[in-house]
């Protein structure tokens, strides 16, 4: 992955051949004996792989880094060692435009509140690859922490508008 122009980090082609099947022992035609069905490393990864991907998934970075204790983010091992931690909110966006958002980050508040160095609203990071608080059009929260739900305030249009049903049967919306 590398930082793009626009400040994102957005998954770049590593491959550009796939690699030889290796014959690993045993019969048959399958894809480890370089039969019909193996992959060639001389047939491009898009004849392989098949069309282009239909989303870009960008790491759009707010704030850090913060000099926190590894172990916080490596499953409990390096309490002794200290390492840097970046906050980032995740942008999916697809080829034809549509935004879904991981993460919305913290409020503006809540970024100064907790003093997060480098800290920039998250909503105009997301900016930086062309959406906007109301282009998003749907945010996956991935737990209830807050840098990670902070900012849900900035995409309300990408939640469901929440309906009633009356006695008489007929839905309406709030």
């Known amino acids: 992955m590398k930082e793009g122009e626009n400040g994102c980090i957005k998954p770049t082609r590593f491959l550009e051949e796939v690699l030889e099947d290796q014959d690993h022992g045993g019969g048959g035609d399958g894809p480890h004996r370089g039969g ?4 060639n490393r001389r047939q491009p990864l898009v004849e392989t792989a098949g069309p282009e991907p239909e989303y870009e998934i960008y790491a759009a970075k707010y704030g850090g880094p913060v000099i926190r204790k590894v172990a916080i983010v490596l499953w409990n091992v390096g309490w002794d060692e200290d390492g840097p931690i970046n906050y980032y909110v995740w942008a999916i966006k697809a080829k034809g435009g549509e935004v879904i958002l991981v993460d919305t980050g ?3 508040a809540q970024g100064a509140a ?10 105009g990071v997301v900016t930086r690859i062309g959406a906007t608080g109301d282009s998003v059009s749907k945010v996956v929260i991935t737990h209830m922490h807050w840098d990670h739900v902070g900012n849900i305030e900035g995409y309300l249009r990408a939640f469901p508008k929440p309906s ?10 709030a």
């Open 36 to 39: 019909s069905k193996g992959l």
């Open 106 to 108: 913290p409020s503006p």
């Open 114 to 123: 907790r003093k997060v160095p480098g800290f920039v609203d998250p909503i």
């Open 164 to 173: 009633s049903t009356s006695r008489s049967g007929s839905s309406t919306s």
